[in-house]
């Protein structure tokens, strides 16, 4: 059965500053996904990542994927306040072997002017 | 309209009630999806339709029933429900020319259904 989690589930942190969230999952997987979640609103695609050693940059978050170590990392650079959110890793399973896609429990992300 | 729409936007039933949530996508993609996201829970899959077709169904309690008419539509019929049944629930869809269900899913606004 394939797990997601993410971590840390909270994340209080200052402008200016950088930080990582972590998204570990327990079986092989070809792709990965992140979303971001604004309070009250839907979910916004963020990255796919689709093989090993992915990268994927747009502003100041940039999405790795380590497929040997079932890793990826969503790394935030100088956050700025508008940043603040709730931000979903999913993965989905190999295709034709019971396609799902499962989600983490999401890294709540809030910024400090 | 573009995108995916849901309404209503916010739903509040009592557990003798029938209600029905509607999804409308304008994307021209060939699946659809359902999902219920629970306070402190991950979001939960409840079921795929591709090409109208339900292709999957995660063990969903019968009081909630899908409908795709087509694959710009799709219905979440709702019946006695609980009030741990309370939640967004959220529709999602996507590009599926391969059939490949793990596409990009492009998401609703979602329904914030509260049942009493």
């Given at each position: 059965e394939l797990k997601v989690e993410q971590n840390p589930l909270f994340l209080s942190m200052q402008e200016g500053k950088n930080y990582t969230i972590y998204c570990n999952y327990s079986t092989t997987s070809d792709r990965l996904y992140w979303y971001r979640q604004d309070p009250g609103k839907s979910l916004e695609s963020l990255f796919v990542l689709l093989s090993n050693g992915a990268v994927k940059q747009e502003g100041r978050l940039m999405a790795s994927l380590d497929t040997k170590a079932r890793l990826s990392t969503l790394h935030i650079t100088a956050?700025?306040?508008?940043?603040s959110a709730t931000y979903f890793c999913a993965v989905a399973t190999l295709?034709?072997?019971?396609d799902k896609i499962i989600f983490g429990k999401g890294t709540r992300l809030h910024i400090l002017p | 309209e573009t995108g995916v729409t849901q309404t209503p936007r916010h739903l509040v039933m009592g557990m003798t009630n029938k209600k029905s949530l509607k999804c409308e996508q304008h994307?021209?993609?060939n699946a659809m999806y359902w999902y219920k996201q629970s306070a402190k829970k991950p979001l939960e899959l409840m079921f795929v339709y591709n090409f109208k077709e339900q292709?999957?169904?995660?063990?969903?309690?019968?009081?909630f029933s899908p409908e795709c008419p087509n694959s710009s539509h799709l219905f979440l019929h709702l019946h006695?429900?609980?009030?741990?049944?309370s939640a967004l629930y959220l529709c999602a869809s996507s590009h599926t020319p391969s059939g490949d269900p793990r596409d990009t899913q492009y998401f609703g606004p979602g329904t914030r259904l509260t049942v009493l």
């Amino acid at each position: 059965e394939l797990k997601v989690e993410q971590n840390p589930l909270f994340l209080s942190m200052q402008e200016g500053k950088n930080y990582t969230i972590y998204c570990n999952y327990s079986t092989t997987s070809d792709r990965l996904y992140w979303y971001r979640q604004d309070p009250g609103k839907s979910l916004e695609s963020l990255f796919v990542l689709l093989s090993n050693g992915a990268v994927k940059q747009e502003g100041r978050l940039m999405a790795s994927l380590d497929t040997k170590a079932r890793l990826s990392t969503l790394h935030i650079t100088a956050a700025v306040h508008d940043l603040s959110a709730t931000y979903f890793c999913a993965v989905a399973t190999l295709w034709d072997r019971d396609d799902k896609i499962i989600f983490g429990k999401g890294t709540r992300l809030h910024i400090l002017p | 309209e573009t995108g995916v729409t849901q309404t209503p936007r916010h739903l509040v039933m009592g557990m003798t009630n029938k209600k029905s949530l509607k999804c409308e996508q304008h994307l021209g993609h060939n699946a659809m999806y359902w999902y219920k996201q629970s306070a402190k829970k991950p979001l939960e899959l409840m079921f795929v339709y591709n090409f109208k077709e339900q292709t999957e169904n995660n063990s969903v309690p019968s009081r909630f029933s899908p409908e795709c008419p087509n694959s710009s539509h799709l219905f979440l019929h709702l019946h006695t429900l609980q009030p741990e049944d309370s939640a967004l629930y959220l529709c999602a869809s996507s590009h599926t020319p391969s059939g490949d269900p793990r596409d990009t899913q492009y998401f609703g606004p979602g329904t914030r259904l509260t049942v009493l």
